[in-house]
């Protein structure tokens, strides 16, 4: 990492937001003065905003709409999300497993500076917020979402950058250069063991810190924290931290009726989001937006042309009174079929492809705003219940289980599965619900599971014939940006 100045929330206040390069490489070091910005805690507090608008904002290209784009990349690199057609190319390139071990790539590049700004300006706020003036209770809100900003960028990095956690094992392999400093400075690439170490270290420290009390979900609380601890715990096998943490993160953020499930997936104000991007009306983003390329209706190119399909073999194990069940329309593409709301939201310029989803709706089809969800209160069942089972806690899982299928599946009867039998029920279940929200390639890298795409509806022209990789190959890791390994003589490349 070449030596930036990370004051990617200096601008964020202060100014508009152009491209990511305007404000992380050319920023000049008087353009805004930290001890200002630091004075006090309400100044910091427009400082930690930046970050949270980070998250959801345009950075190099359209394909690049923060977070969400990482969470697109992720679906399409998986099994369970279908892309139709071409459509105009976007994320063609991540679902044919080319662009992700591509060293040129600029969406690699985009994924490793946008967590490092993260860091970066998680970093800045740390080394300042205990000088700033105001209340002691606002200084440990703040930097207590700073350190839960910085655990969970670091653990999006190592998981993405290098070799899968191994529980029980020694993880000396490379994982990616852990950074404390407000100024990044290139350095060498930690141990997977030593980077996971710190993301413990600083979860910890954020949950000691935070309250339930917050200005808005886009803001990380102590529910946030514990829902970053479960799923770090899940990643390195800790069963029964994880279960805890879990259970902890969704106190207070009851499961949303069959209704809402219908609602579009696209308001933070749902009562069992626990942590979303809130995208104001007038912040229209356009085509950088999760919402461009995943909902059923924004009028884009890709959208019209390339809708997004569940996998046909996971959408037939769905049960017929499952209510999730009508979120995706196998019979899309015969009109006298397909579900009437794909005719009320979409124009007949749409192309219409079977098990195309209506799980995400955009505010319209001039309009790709939409609230984009990181940490629903479903997804914390769902980790306390495998990780139950996975501690061999067969009954308590299946009750944890029952919770949340039955609030789904009106007839769901509790599981008698046990072991290995219960475990992929969960799993299943898992792959059902959080469909499109970025989950399934670490999934699939957590459990050292081979992609593959064989015997569904993936369309070979459309991912070049690319329906299997096996498990533990070095393509389940992401190059490092040709840019990091030009400016840091210190970075070592991943093996291809």
Same mark, same amino acid.
């Given at each position: 990492?070449?030596?930036?100045?990370?004051?990617?929330?200096?601008?964020?206040?202060?100014?508009?937001?152009?491209?990511?390069?305007?404000?992380?490489?050319?920023?000049?070091?008087?353009?805004?003065?930290?001890?200002?910005?630091?004075?006090?805690?309400?100044?910091?507090?427009?400082?930690?905003?930046?970050?949270?608008?980070?998250?959801?904002?345009?950075?190099?290209?359209?394909?690049?709409?923060?977070?969400?784009?990482?969470?697109?990349?992720?679906?399409?690199?998986?099994?369970?999300?279908?892309?139709?057609?071409?459509?105009?190319?976007?994320?063609?390139?991540?679902?044919?497993?080319?662009?992700?071990?591509?060293?040129?790539?600029?969406?690699?590049?985009?994924?490793?500076?946008?967590?490092?700004?993260?860091?970066?300006?998680?970093?800045?706020?740390?080394?300042?917020?205990?000088?700033?003036?105001?209340?002691?209770?606002?200084?440990?809100?703040?930097?207590?979402?700073?350190?839960?900003?910085?655990?969970?960028?670091?653990?999006?990095?190592?998981?993405?950058?290098?070799?899968?956690?191994?529980?029980?094992?020694?993880?000396?392999?490379?994982?990616?250069?852990?950074?404390?400093?407000?100024?990044?400075?290139?350095? #060498?690439?930690?141990? =997977?063991?030593?980077?996971? *170490?710190? @993301?413990?270290?600083?979860?910890? !420290?954020?949950?000691? $810190? +935070?309250?339930?009390?917050?200005?808005?979900?886009?803001?990380?609380?102590?529910?946030?924290?514990?829902?970053?601890?479960?799923?770090?715990?899940?990643?390195?096998?800790?069963?029964?931290?994880?279960?805890?943490?879990?259970?902890?993160?969704?106190?207070?953020?009851?499961?949303?009726?069959?209704?809402?499930?219908?609602?579009?997936?696209?308001?933070?104000?749902?009562?069992?989001?626990?942590?979303?991007?809130?995208?104001?009306?007038?912040?229209?983003?356009?085509?950088?937006?999760?919402? #461009?390329?995943?909902? =059923?209706?924004?009028?884009? *190119?890709? @959208?019209?042309?390339?809708?997004? !399909?569940?996998?046909? $073999? +996971?959408?037939?194990?769905?049960?017929?009174?499952?209510?999730?069940?009508?979120?995706?329309?196998?019979?899309?593409?015969?009109?006298?079929?397909?579900?009437?709301?794909?005719?009320?939201?979409?124009?007949?310029?749409?192309?219409?492809?079977?098990?195309?989803?209506?799980?995400?709706?955009?505010?319209?089809?001039?309009?790709?705003?939409?609230?984009?969800?990181?940490?629903?209160?479903?997804?914390?069942?769902?980790?306390?219940?495998?990780?139950?089972?996975?501690?061999?806690?067969?009954?308590?899982?299946?009750? =944890?289980?029952?919770?949340?299928?039955?609030?789904?599946?009106?007839?769901?009867?509790?599981?008698?599965?046990?072991?290995?039998?219960?475990?992929?029920?969960?799993?299943?279940?898992?792959?059902?619900?959080?469909?499109?929200?970025?989950?399934?390639?670490?999934?699939?890298?957590?459990?050292?599971?081979?992609?593959?795409?064989?015997?569904?509806?993936?369309?070979?022209?459309?991912?070049?014939?690319?329906?299997?990789?096996?498990?533990?190959?070095?393509?389940?890791?992401?190059?490092?940006?040709?840019?990091?390994?030009?400016?840091?003589?210190?970075?070592?490349?991943?093996?291809?």
């Amino acid at each position: 990492m070449k030596k930036i100045l990370s004051k990617i929330f200096l601008l964020a206040a202060f100014l508009n937001f152009g491209c990511a390069e305007d404000y992380l490489d050319t920023l000049p070091t008087d353009a805004v003065s930290e001890a200002l910005v630091f004075t006090n805690t309400q100044n910091a507090r427009t400082a930690l905003n930046g970050i949270h608008r980070a998250m959801y904002l345009r950075w190099d290209s359209q394909g690049q709409p923060g977070e969400g784009g990482v969470m697109m990349a992720s679906d399409v690199l998986g099994d369970d999300m279908v892309m139709t057609t071409q459509g105009n190319g976007w994320f063609i390139s991540y679902s044919r497993w080319l662009n992700h071990v591509n060293e040129n790539s600029g969406d690699v590049r985009f994924v490793w500076r946008f967590y490092y700004a993260i860091i970066g300006n998680a970093n800045m706020i740390i080394a300042n917020i205990d000088d700033a003036e105001g209340p002691q209770t606002d200084k440990n809100e703040i930097k207590g979402q700073a350190l839960a900003y910085r655990a969970w960028a670091h653990w999006q990095l190592v998981q993405l950058f290098a070799k899968r956690f191994e529980a029980g094992g020694a993880n000396t392999q490379l994982g990616v250069p852990i950074v404390l400093e407000p100024i990044i400075v290139g350095g #060498a690439r930690n141990t =997977v063991a030593e980077v996971y *170490t710190q @993301i413990n270290t600083d979860i910890d !420290a954020a949950i000691a $810190l +935070l309250g339930t009390n917050r200005v808005a979900k886009s803001h990380l609380n102590i529910n946030v924290a514990y829902g970053i601890k479960s799923r770090v715990a899940m990643t390195q096998g800790n069963y029964t931290v994880a279960a805890q943490q879990a259970k902890l993160a969704r106190d207070g953020y009851p499961l949303m009726s069959q209704a809402q499930l219908f609602e579009g997936f696209n308001n933070v104000g749902n009562p069992e989001w626990i942590w979303g991007s809130k995208q104001q009306d007038d912040q229209q983003t356009f085509f950088a937006s999760f919402f #461009a390329y995943l909902s =059923v209706n924004f009028n884009s *190119t890709n @959208i019209r042309g390339n809708p997004k !399909a569940i996998n046909s $073999l +996971l959408y037939n194990q769905i049960s017929d009174s499952d209510a999730r069940k009508g979120l995706w329309d196998p019979n899309a593409s015969k009109p006298a079929l397909r579900d009437p709301f794909i005719d009320e939201v979409t124009a007949s310029n749409f192309s219409k492809r079977d098990y195309m989803n209506r799980k995400f709706i955009a505010q319209g089809g001039a309009s790709s705003v939409g609230d984009v969800p990181y940490m629903r209160a479903a997804e914390m069942y769902l980790i306390e219940a495998e990780a139950l089972a996975r501690a061999g806690q067969n009954g308590p899982a299946q009750d =944890v289980l029952f919770d949340l299928a039955s609030a789904r599946d009106s007839e769901y009867t509790k599981s008698t599965n046990v072991d290995e039998a219960l475990i992929n029920e969960i799993m299943i279940q898992r792959r059902i619900e959080l469909w499109g929200e970025g989950f399934r390639f670490y999934d699939l890298k957590r459990l050292n599971l081979p992609l593959d795409r064989t015997g569904a509806n993936h369309v070979s022209t459309v991912i070049n014939g690319k329906f299997e990789e096996p498990a533990n190959t070095n393509n389940w890791q992401f190059k490092i940006p040709i840019s990091e390994l030009n400016a840091n003589e210190k970075m070592v490349q991943n093996p291809d």
